[in-house]
Nanobody, 118 residues
Framework: QVQLVESGGGSVQVGGALRLSCAAS????????MGWVRQAPGKERESVAA????????SYEDSVKGRFTISRDNAKNTVYLQMNSLKPEDTAVYYC???????????WGQGTQVTVSS
């Protein structure tokens, strides 16, 4: 079992930046694939970025490539999402998620709101 708590959301203007953090409880953090998933109003959840257990591999949804960077610090049980050049279409609730087997997410945080205004 792992508990996830996100922080760092907020309101920013177009072109701005935010860094989301997700603190995980438990001793097995380094065994989980971690990801960030977002959900905009009226839309389905969308996987934004994922990172392997060691942090050596990352993947991104096409619309955020080159703008977002996912990273993790296993010593601090924390995963980050650096978001640059933000656009209004990035507005969503962002969830941190953990995957036990690398297929689908087993644990979710409560979400943090990101609002980008023009």
């Amino acid at each position: 079992q792992v508990q996830l708590v996100e922080s760092g959301g907020g309101s920013v203007q177009v072109g701005g930046a935010l860094r989301l953090s997700c603190a995980a409880s438990g001793r097995r953090f380094s065994r989980y694939v971690m990801g960030w998933v977002r959900q905009a109003p009226g839309k389905e959840r969308e996987s934004v970025a994922a990172i392997s257990e060691s942090g050596g591999k990352t993947s991104y949804e096409d619309s955020v490539k080159g703008r977002f960077t996912i990273s993790r610090d296993n010593a601090k049980n924390t995963v980050y999402l650096q978001m640059n050049s933000l656009k209004p279409e990035d507005t969503a609730v962002y969830y941190c998620a953990a995957s036990n087997m690398g297929v689908g997410y087993d644990y979710w945080g409560q979400g943090t709101q990101v609002t980008v205004s023009s």
